[in-house]
C-alpha cells in the first residue's frame, strides 16, 4: 500500500504523458508555451506502464488518469491505454483532456479499454475560448465530447475553470449545456500552479460564488460525503432529477484530508501532492536496472513523507517550481 504518516492511502494515479499541450489556457501557460522536457528525459510506452503496473501489483493502486499536457497529443497513447487495461486487478482507466482530436481518437480508446474521459470546456463562447486558450478550437472540443459520449466513455465529466472578467458569468449556460447533453459539470477554483505566476486570490471565483450562482437558475442538493468519498469535488443533485454537479473548492475548502492520490509525471518523478515541493526520482533507478521491489520500496517511500495539506492558505505558502502542465492536472 502507498500509505503516509496522517492514515491516508493513496490508490489513484495520475500519469503526465507529456508536458506538451495545443491550448495556451491563460490560467495555466503562457502565450508562447513553456520550454519543454526533452524527449530522452521523458518516460518511454515501456517505461510507463512498467510503473503503472508496479503500482497496480504492489502498490494497490486501483485508478488510473492519463493526463498531461494533452495526453492525446502523446503518439503511444491507445497502445498504453490497451497494455494499462491487460493488467490485474484491473485498474479503472480514464483521461484528462481538452477534447482536441476525441472525435477522432474516442473509438480507439474505447476499444483499447478507456473506460472514462474529463474534458475541460471553460466557456461556450467561441470568443471567450480563443480568448482564454489563445487557440480558436472549441467546435473540436464539441466534437471530441460528443464523440466520447457515442463512444460510451461515460459518464463524460466537464471540468470548468472560471476566472473573473473573462468566463465568470457561465457557470448556468455550462450547466445547462451539460445537463442537456447527459455530461457531468464540474467547477475547479483556479489554484496556484500557473507557470507566468499570475495567480491572485482575489481573481479566484470561489466554490461559494460559483454555488450562489447556480442557485439562481437551479435547485442544489447537497449529496453529502458518501456520495463524495475521497473525491474532490462537493456534488449536488440538480432539481431534483438524476443530474449532478460538482464543485471543486481546493483553494477554499480543501479536502487535503480525504486524498488519495499520487502523481507520475512525464520524465518519471513521484509527487505526493500537486503543490509538494519535493519529487521523488524513479526514472533514474529504473534506467539503471532497479527490481520492481526496489523501484516500489521508493514509490513507497515518496508517498509516506505526504505533507497533512497542500499549504496554499498559509502566510508562507511557494508555489511549486513546476507549474500544472508539467505536474500532471
Ligand atoms: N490538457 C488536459 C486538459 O485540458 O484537461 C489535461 C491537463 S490540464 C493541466 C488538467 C486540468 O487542469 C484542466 O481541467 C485544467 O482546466 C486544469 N487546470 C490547469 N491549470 C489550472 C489552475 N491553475 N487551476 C485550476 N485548474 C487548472
Not at 202 to 230: K, W
Not at 259 to 272: F, I, S, Y
Not at 289 to 305: K, N
Amino acid at each position: 500500500m502507498l500509505s503516509d504518516s496522517y492514515g491516508r492511502v493513496a490508490t489513484d494515479l495520475r500519469v503526465s504523458l507529456t508536458d506538451r499541450c495545443n491550448l495556451r489556457c491563460a490560467y495555466c501557460m503562457p502565450a508562447e508555451g513553456l520550454n519543454w522536457l526533452p524527449k530522452p528525459e521523458l518516460l518511454t510506452d515501456d517505461e510507463v506502464v512498467r510503473l503503472v503496473r508496479i503500482g497496480v501489483e504492489r502498490l494497490g493502486i486501483r485508478e488510473v488518469r492519463f493526463t498531461g499536457g494533452e495526453p492525446l497529443l502523446r503518439r503511444g497513447l491507445t497502445e498504453i491505454v490497451a497494455r494499462a487495461a491487460g493488467l490485474r486487478p484491473r485498474p479503472e482507466l480514464s483521461i484528462t483532456t481538452n477534447g482536441i482530436g476525441l472525435a477522432r481518437m474516442a473509438g480507439a480508446l474505447r476499444d483499447a479499454g478507456l473506460d472514462r474521459v474529463n474534458v475541460s470546456l471553460d466557456t461556450l463562447r467561441p470568443e471567450a475560448f480563443r480568448e482564454l486558450s489563445r487557440r480558436d478550437r472549441l467546435q473540436d472540443v464539441l466534437d471530441g465530447m460528443a464523440a466520447a459520449a457515442a463512444a460510451g466513455l461515460t459518464p463524460v465529466k466537464v471540468n470548468s475553470v472560471l476566472m473573473r472578467g473573462v468566463n465568470d458569468t457561465e457557470a448556468r449556460a455550462l450547466l445547462r449545456f451539460s445537463l442537456a447533453h447527459g455530461y457531468e459539470l464540474r467547477f475547479i477554483e483556479q489554484m496556484p500552479l500557473d507557470a507566468q505566476h499570475g495567480w491572485r486570490r482575489a481573481n479566484m471565483v470561489t466554490a461559494e460564488e460559483i454555488c450562489d450562482d447556480l442557485r439562481q437558475e437551479f435547485t442544489l442538493t447537497p449529496e453529502g460525503p458518501d456520495r463524495r468519498g475521497s473525491a474532490p469535488a462537493e456534488t449536488f443533485n440538480v432539481n431534483g432529477g438524476t443530474a449532478r454537479v460538482g464543485v471543486i473548492g481546493s483553494v477554499t475548502r480543501p479536502f487535503c484530508g480525504a486524498c488519495d492520490r499520487v502523481r507520475l509525471t512525464a520524465d518519471g518523478q513521484v509527487r505526493n501532492c500537486l503543490f509538494a515541493r519535493e519529487e521523488s526520482d524513479l526514472r533514474g533507478p529504473l534506467r539503471a536496472g532497479a527490481s520492481d521491489e526496489e523501484l516500489a520500496v521508493r514509490w513507497r517511500r515518496a508517498v509516506a513523507g505526504k505533507l497533512p495539506g497542500h499549504g496554499i492558505n498559509d502566510p508562507a505558502f511557494l508555489q511549486p517550481d513546476r507549474p500544472m502542465s508539467a505536474i500532471g492536472g
